[in-house]
């Protein structure tokens, strides 16, 4: 009988066991001893053990009736927690300054009439008092706009919108009646959506409009020789500038007050500094020597800015008692301009020197007719309080800046807003114009300093200059080649406005830098900090100058 060789007779269950050929007569080589793999027992399915129900917990009725007591009983049983009072009156002052806020954002994107009629007719339909006891034009438009995102929030848009198709029928009626004679003062009237202004402010943009054309006439035709002209070097001329910059060095110092000062101001001679501080006193100093000349008092309240005017020797100081007030340099108070609702922060001259701007934490700044001390423009348009304000060199447009972050740029001819800058993330506190006419210089609470082309409605530039607030900026009004400014970290400094690098740090006052100003010429510069001093900046190589043409004398 053949045997398979792959076949084994007798299975061994034992696989490392091996079988001898005497056992069965046939030679079986051994069977290497191989490693199966381990399979998982298949195990019966474990039936679940049943778990005891916990107890129903019970309760005794007041007769000794036993009463089962369901989940729910035993959930709303459970401990809350208690709030204290201090923390409840948190959480309610704390929506409420959020509703306010919401509030407030809701009356942002509402549209409110300008007219002061139709402001008057729409508070009357919608059953408020038509004015309240001192209220003012801009206060009333705040109140019914407030009163509108109210309704809103509240739900009453019914209330609203018929109030709203009540003004538009009135309107249309009173449109299609010929006679008209019939509507009462307080009903709602066609109107253009803008404020009417004055005669007086009619006849000062007329007036600005005719200087301004000659002026940037001669600007553009000076511009255009030093162009044109083989024998200007331009290069040469800045570099020139910047070197007497670098030579600028600690002239003369003197204690300005017995309070911080808070502003300065060249005339535009140079030979007189205009200082003013927190004391509301304003005072005049002959140069270079810093001698005391006049006292400007008057002032009720902290004086906030002092500027001098481009083409006399009048003197403007503005006060946190709401008022401006304009001197000679002997000290007489010739005029006092009233009119904002909040204290003012700075003052400036237009370049014709018949218009003087102000700005204010009412959130407008405005313009007044020098002589005659007449408003001539109330100008809104900052969400915030206006902090700072500067005119063209030719006087067409004007700068605003604000805690608002932003700055604009008006057009005095016309009264339109014609750029709005952004960049800045925190206010803008110090703003100047470039005596080229197209650069504008701007520095706030970022501690940087932008420089916008006007050209190409953007920043050119950003100049990371302080390690603190900016609190003003100047550029050097004769050619502009370069620019000063003034910090909290206690200096001030110059920049090159061809590339914009950093020239020269003025480093010696002992607390806030809050001031700076520059000749006409662009030989000095003063400075006035909260250390209560008054530090003069002159350049060492224009003294050598001096020096050198007298020793030829």
């Known amino acids: 009988m053949d045997i398979d060789e792959n076949e084994n007779p007798n299975p061994n269950p034992n696989p490392n066991s091996t079988t001898t050929p005497s056992d069965t007569g046939v030679h079986i080589p051994p069977i290497e001893p191989t490693i199966q793999p381990l399979s998982t027992p298949i195990l019966p399915p474990i039936a679940p053990i049943p778990r005891p129900l916990a107890p129903i917990p019970t309760v005794r009725a007041q007769n000794g009736d036993t009463v089962a007591k369901s989940d729910e009983e035993d959930d709303d049983s459970a401990p809350e927690y208690e709030i204290s009072e201090e923390s409840r009156l948190f959480r309610e002052k704390q929506e409420k300054a959020k509703q306010d806020f919401l509030m407030k954002q809701k009356a942002k994107a509402l549209a409110v009439p300008t ?75 066609q109107y253009p959506f803008y404020t009417e202004g004055s005669t007086a402010l009619l006849k000062a943009r007329y007036a600005i409009a ?97 500027s001098f005017s481009q083409t006399n020797n009048q003197i403007a100081t503005a006060s946190a008692d709401r008022t401006a007030k304009l001197w000679n340099i002997e000290g007489t108070l010739l005029n006092t301009y009233k009119g904002h609702l909040d204290r003012l922060a700075r003052v400036a001259f237009h370049p014709s020197g018949n218009y003087l701007g102000t700005t204010s934490y009412d959130k407008t700044w405005r313009l007044w007719d020098t002589e005659t001390g007449d408003e001539l423009l109330l100008q809104e348009g900052h ?115 061809r590339d914009f690098k950093p020239v020269k740090v003025l480093s010696g006052h002992e607390a806030k830098v809050t001031s700076v100003d520059v000749t006409a010429d662009g030989q000095s510069i003063a400075t006035v900090s909260h250390d209560r001093t008054i530090k003069l900046w002159s350049s060492q190589n224009a003294e050598k100058d001096k020096a050198t043409a007298m020793d030829f004398d």
């Open 115 to 189: 007219n002061d009629k139709a402001v008057r007719s729409r508070l009357r339909r919608l059953g408020e008092p038509v004015t309240l006891f001192g209220e003012r034009e801009m206060e009333r438009r705040d109140r019914l706009r407030m009163l509108m995102a109210k309704l809103d929030s509240e739900g009453q848009l019914d209330k609203l919108m018929k109030v709203l198709e009540e003004e538009e029928a009135s309107t249309n009626a009173v449109a299609m009646d010929d006679g008209g004679g019939g509507e009462d003062e307080g009903e709602a009237v």
């Open 210 to 306: 005719k200087d301004s054309v000659v002026k940037a006439a001669l600007r553009l035709d000076r511009a255009r020789r030093k162009r044109d002209d083989p024998d200007e070097d331009m290069d040469a001329e800045i570099n020139w500038a910047l070197e007497n910059a670098v030579s600028f060095g600690l002239d003369c110092s003197e204690i300005g007050d017995d309070r911080p000062l808070s502003g300065c101001s060249f005339s535009c001679d140079g030979k007189f500094l205009a200082t003013c501080s927190l004391t509301g006193v304003a005072k005049i100093w002959s140069m270079p020597g810093v001698k005391i000349v006049s006292l400007l008092k008057g002032h009720t309240e902290r004086a906030t800015d002092v």
């Open 383 to 497: 969400s915030r309080s206006v902090y700072g304000l500067a005119f063209h060199p030719d006087g067409s447009l004007a700068a605003s800046c604000g805690l608002d972050a932003l700055a604009r740029v008006w057009d005095l001819r016309s009264g339109r807003s014609i750029l709005s800058l952004e960049g800045h993330v925190k206010p803008v506190l110090g703003i100047s114009f470039s005596p080229n006419g197209y650069h504008l210089a701007t520095g706030g609470e970022d501690n940087t300093c932008r420089i916008w082309d006007l050209r190409k409605k953007k920043s050119l530039y950003t100049i990371p200059a302080h390690s603190n607030l900016i609190s003003q900026i100047k550029f050097e009004p004769q050619e502009g080649y370069f620019l000063v400014t003034s910090s909290y970290d206690m200096t001030a400094k110059i920049w090159s406005s």
